[in-house]
């Protein structure tokens, strides 16, 4: 059985995610430890290398689950597909419960529903302009 011991170091990880060729079992090994333990955006790294089918699926769960656009946004990333807007929907939903409102905006925004989002944003964070780079 792979070890599923992550990597105590920064240039361990490195190391184990760009070797060639992966180690897939154990990165898929650490990927399902860092899974179970509701780690999917630190799992995320390891997912990416061997695009586990069924993690990426609970990778979409999660992010969904969390109402957390970046996660959606890197399960799109590694499918190389965009999620259907519904998907989109029930995150804006998750993120809106949580108070999460620039997520519930972008993941809107994602589903096609411009008018929510813009709804939304002048309701709940005024000051969020999503086409403009934060800071700025």
Same mark, same amino acid.
């Given at each position: 059985?792979?070890s599923?011991?992550?990597?105590?170091?920064?240039?361990?990880? *490195?190391?184990?995610?760009?070797?060639? +060729? =992966?180690?897939?079992?154990?990165?898929? $090994?650490? @990927? %399902? /430890?860092?899974a179970?333990?509701?780690?999917?955006?630190?799992?995320i790294?390891?997912?990416?290398?061997?695009?586990?089918?069924?993690?990426?699926?609970?990778?979409?769960?999660?992010?969904?689950?969390?109402?957390?656009?970046?996660?959606?946004?890197?399960?799109? *990333?590694?499918?190389?597909?965009?999620? +259907? =807007?519904?998907?989109?929907?029930?995150? $804006?939903? @998750? %993120? /809106?419960?949580?108070?999460?409102?620039?997520?519930?905006?972008?993941?809107?925004?994602?589903?096609?529903?411009?008018?929510?989002?813009?709804?939304?944003?002048?309701?709940?964070?005024?000051?969020?302009?999503?086409?403009?780079?934060?800071?700025?």
């Open positions: 059985m792979p599923s011991r992550e990597p105590v170091h920064p240039l361990e990880k *490195r190391d184990l995610l760009h070797a060639e +060729p =992966p180690d897939v079992p154990r990165i898929d $090994a650490i @990927a %399902a /430890a860092m179970a333990s509701g780690r999917f955006p630190e799992a790294d390891y997912i990416e290398i061997t695009k586990d089918a069924g993690l990426v699926a609970r990778a979409e769960s999660d992010a969904v689950r969390r109402g957390s656009v970046w996660l959606l946004q890197q399960v799109e *990333r590694i499918r190389g597909t965009k999620c +259907p =807007p519904e998907t989109w929907s029930r995150l $804006a939903d @998750a %993120a /809106a419960a949580t108070e999460r409102h620039f997520d519930a905006v972008r993941a809107l925004q994602a589903a096609g529903r411009e008018a929510d989002a813009e709804t939304l944003r002048a309701e709940k964070c005024p000051d969020y302009e999503p086409f403009k780079p934060l800071g700025k």
